[in-house]
């Protein structure tokens, strides 16, 4: 069984920063894409940004030049720092991670308002 656990979400203001982290553990040793969704209230969930394996990442447009996504294949964690924050990317915040079948966790709330 795996498990994916995020930490980092919080309030901030407009322009601030934060960073997010996953930590997957379980019975899989290594996971082929791991990544960043969310879902703001009333919307559908949105891939935010994913790295595969080999480090080939997928930046959605709305967040490309503000946040960046990194991974640790030997640890089985994922991080997004987030910069130039904006109130629209008020959203909870789920990290996945994919192997025969996707894996997700439960998400972390972000709030950027003053």
């Known amino acids: 069984q795996v498990q994916l656990v995020e930490s980092g979400g919080g309030l901030v203001q407009p322009g601030g920063s934060l960073r997010l982290s996953c930590a997957a553990s379980?019975?899989?040793?290594?996971?082929?894409?791991m990544g960043w969704y969310r879902q703001a209230p009333g919307k559908e969930r949105e891939l935010v940004a994913s790295?595969?394996?080999?480090?080939?990442?997928n930046t959605a447009n709305s967040v490309k030049g503000r946040f960046t996504i990194s991974r640790d294949n030997a640890k089985n964690t994922v991080a997004l720092q987030m910069t130039s924050l904006k109130p629209e990317d008020t959203a909870v915040y789920y990290c996945?991670?994919?192997?025969?079948?996707?894996?997700w966790g439960k998400g972390t709330l972000v709030t950027v308002s003053l």
């Open positions: 790295l595969t394996t080999g480090y080939s990442a």
């Open positions: 379980g019975s899989i040793s290594s996971f082929n894409t």
């Open positions: 996945y991670a994919t192997t025969s079948r996707w894996h």
